[in-house]
């Protein structure tokens, strides 16, 4: 069954803690801090934001994602603090298979462990299972990148498996990729609560 989504529409989810908010190009400025001072958080990307030139880049390829209907990239603010974290993003938006990826998500180092990331998966996580009626979540990683792929398993994801040798790395080398998922029967069985008991 077909979902609805409008990558157009000004999607906004919020709750006491965390409010995502569309990218839009004005976003650099939010955003720069990371790209100058903090690249190690793009270590295991494969498309970082290194640098002012990097973070137009990389804005202008999410942008251009909405575009097409593929991504529907949002900007990350931390209510507690007062300040900007970070970004994530749906990508890979299957409106007729009811499915799509969440993924593409950094956040700034005094972000990290901090709770903010279970706000955030949670917001979108409940959107696309009860807004967008998608009927599976599926998130990759670096299989080298421990930290995202405890944080995929932390609030629920279900490993699928390990896909060899399939992206190239900005070195020149090639890495595995681990494929996780949640199912809209997880969610609703069980998953939704758990994470919500967690926030």
Known sequence: MATTFDPHAQYRLEDERVLLRPLNVTDDEHLLPFALHEQETWQYSHQAAFGADGLSEYISSA????????????????????????????????PQNSSLQLGYTWYGKDFRGTGLNKHCKFLLLQFAFEELGMERVEFRADARNERSIAAMKSIGCTVEGIMRSNVPTRDGGRCDSIILSILKSEWENGVKQRLKDRL
């Open 63 to 94: 942008l251009a994602g909405r575009v097409t209907g593929k991504e529907y990239p949002f900007i990350v603010y931390d209510k507690k603090t007062g300040k900007y974290a970070g970004s994530t993003r749906f990508y890979d938006i299957q």
